[in-house]
């Protein structure tokens, strides 16, 4: 952390969870990591560790319990939503509310934060349009209706939307999820592509960890006491990822990168 | 967003057709006054008869005026709370907003005679009529919007709106267990919806919020094309979700609080020409949306006013009836032939 001068995003001593009537609950706590400018880094962690809590707190739709956030340097909360949404776009696991948005009109939503109060598009706002339908292959589903769609297309779909958004970091919540072995190693090579050739800073959840292992440059391991943040060698080197599981089930191959059944009846 | 262009077309159709059922509005009544009559009335130096001048100028056209903004404006109501709710079956009647209306103006029209005298008069002005109304609106959309966000449930959020017209009903029924005969009267010929007997007063009042209400929806057409979304992209797209919130429930209070106020309620306009603008509109866009839904919603009500009035007969029907008549039928249609209906 001390030898990269400026990482895009910062996250301090972060705990995160649910501020309720009787006090808080936290869900994970102690969160250290950050990410630098043209990196692609994946959470991975258990179901119910505190993944999804830990995005929604990262891109401002739950509040933190304690710690820092910092954006280029700028405390989270000092953003408007307008700045925010500026700096970092995301793709969520839902599904659009609308299934009767057409695919182009989806993805030019994400021109939102740029276009003037009638939203209307300017030809540089046509140009990201364009670009984020053509590098994601979606230029053919233009004029389809999202009900119209498989899950794989709308997962290219609500990336491109984000792209179209011209932001700096993208945060993806499970990106994954649902799809085919083919649209799973598609989502990732175009993950890897933004992060190579446009220098996007991406951060995303995934359970898919043997392929997060081969191509992200960061980790973010959590497992309940601890949560863990290097390259995927240096984790596996030092058996963070042996921890993830309760370890009679699953046991983590050094060797292979990659989760097996353990044989034990 | 496609640009408007591609509907222009579509626009001036319905402009056209809009124009053509005012005409017809205007020209088919109890009382058989010819085109050319109507148009000499309104154009030239009036009709050969003064009784049919009084009657196209002080019965027919505030009618016709009312008419317009009723349906348009319940249908511009109907598209935000579809959107608002990212719910198909939302609309103003549905959710109990015209319920919330009704009862505002329940209290009023059958309290005033507890009070009596010079103070009933006074509270019975119109404008303390759009108050009461808007207010009621707005207290049901509240409560509504409050359980919507902690039952994400969609169909939950249409039996709550239930819920506040039974409970409406229930307080209706109390209040009139105390009232007088002519005050019972009076709530009941309101419940009915009528179009006609507007005086030009209570029309400028109806126009006046209904262009504020108009306005606000304007307004708020970015905000509402990135709710499409849901909540949480909406946000993260820049939206400002409470102020949003806030300004599409006040739009829908102060059009559909005022339209009942004076119009009575009026079912199933709001909930059915959305969805039958989206027929036609293949667009999701709400800077096209608006307008069309607007200048459809107004057509469709001249339409059913022209039937309610039984043109060359002395009686006139209910226009809630003719409504539900109209819009129930088309709801189910949409819901067989869809299986599923888009907002």
């Known amino acids: 952390m001390k030898n990269n001068p400026s990482p895009i995003l910062t996250v301090e001593n972060l705990s995160v969870g649910y501020q309720k009537s009787n006090g808080k609950l936290i869900i994970a706590d102690q969160i250290d990591f950050h990410l630098d400018r043209g990196t692609l880094t994946a959470l991975v962690g258990a179901n119910g560790i505190g993944k999804s809590t830990l995005v929604r707190t990262l891109t401002a739709m739950q509040p933190r319990l304690g710690g820092n956030i910092l954006i280029c340097g700028k405390e989270l909360k000092s953003f408007s939503p307008v700045e925010l949404a500026r700096k970092l776009s995301v793709v969520l696991t839902e599904h659009p509310a609308s299934k009767n948005l057409s695919v182009f009109e989806l993805i030019a939503l994400g021109r939102q934060p740029h276009t003037n109060w009638m939203g209307n598009l300017t030809p540089a706002d046509r140009e990201a349009i364009d670009f984020a339908m053509e590098i994601t292959d979606t230029l053919v589903l233009k004029e389809k209706k999202c009900y119209e769609l498989s899950d794989g297309q709308l997962q290219r779909v609500a990336i491109a939307r984000a792209l179209s958004q011209d932001t700096p970091i993208i945060i993806l919540d499970e990106p994954t999820t649902h799809l085919d072995i083919y649209h799973r190693a598609y989502i990732f090579k175009l993950m890897r592509k933004l992060v190579n050739e446009y220098r996007k800073t991406i951060f995303f959840s995934t359970h898919e960890i043997d392929l997060a292992i081969q191509l992200s440059d960061k980790m973010v391991v959590m497992t309940g006491e601890e949560t863990y943040f290097d390259t995927p060698c240096a984790l596996i080197d030092n058996n963070h990822f042996n921890h993830l599981f309760p370890e009679d089930t699953i046991q983590f191959d050094k060797v292979n990168g990659r989760f097996g059944i353990r044989d034990r009846m | ?343």
């Open chain 2, 1 to 343: 967003m496609n640009s408007t262009g591609t509907y222009k077309i579509h626009f001036v159709v319905l402009t056209f057709l809009l124009l053509a059922a005012f005409f017809l509005n205007l020209t088919l009544g109890s009382v058989a006054i010819p085109f050319s009559e109507i148009l000499k009335s309104f154009f030239g130096s009036g009709a050969s008869k003064e009784s049919w001048n009084y009657i196209l100028l002080n019965y027919r056209l505030p009618k016709a005026i009312t008419a317009m903004i009723t349906g348009g404006g319940l249908s511009v109501a109907g598209l935000l709370m579809q959107t608002l709710f990212r719910n198909p079956l939302a609309g103003p009647y549905v959710l109990g907003i015209s319920s919330g209306a009704g009862l505002g103006v329940a209290i009023l029209v059958l309290g005033a005679g507890a009070l009596g005298g010079v103070f009933a008069t006074f509270l019975l002005s119109p404008w303390s009529l759009v108050i009461v109304a808007g207010l009621g609106s707005f207290l049901v959309l509240v409560a509504v919007m409050a359980v919507s966000m902690k039952i994400k449930d969609t169909m939950s959020i249409l039996i709550i709106g239930l819920m506040f017209g039974s409970l409406t009903s229930a307080v209706v029924a109390v209040l009139s267990y105390f009232s007088n005969a002519q005050q019972l009267q009076q709530y009941i010929f309101w419940s009915f919806g009528s179009l006609g007997n507007q005086s030009w007063e209570r029309v400028w009042i109806l126009l006046f919020c209904f262009c504020a209400g108009l306005l606000l929806s304007v307004l708020s057409g970015k905000s509402l094309n990135s709710l499409l979304l849901g909540e949480n992209y909406a946000r993260s797209m820049g939206l400002r979700l409470k102020r949003t919130t806030l300004l599409l429930i006040l739009a829908t209070s102060i059009l559909a609080g005022a339209i009942t106020a004076f119009a009575g309620p009026i079912a199933f306009v709001g909930l059915a020409v959305p969805h039958l603008v989206r027929q036609v509109f293949r667009t999701a866009n709400h800077f096209i949306l608006i307008p069309a839904v607007l200048l459809f919603g107004s057509f469709l009500m001249l339409l059913c006013d022209t039937v309610a009035q039984l043109p060359f007969s002395s009686y006139t029907l209910p226009i809630n009836a003719i409504t539900s008549i109209i819009g129930a039928p088309v709801v189910i249609w949409l819901l067989v032939r869809k299986k599923k209906m888009f907002f």
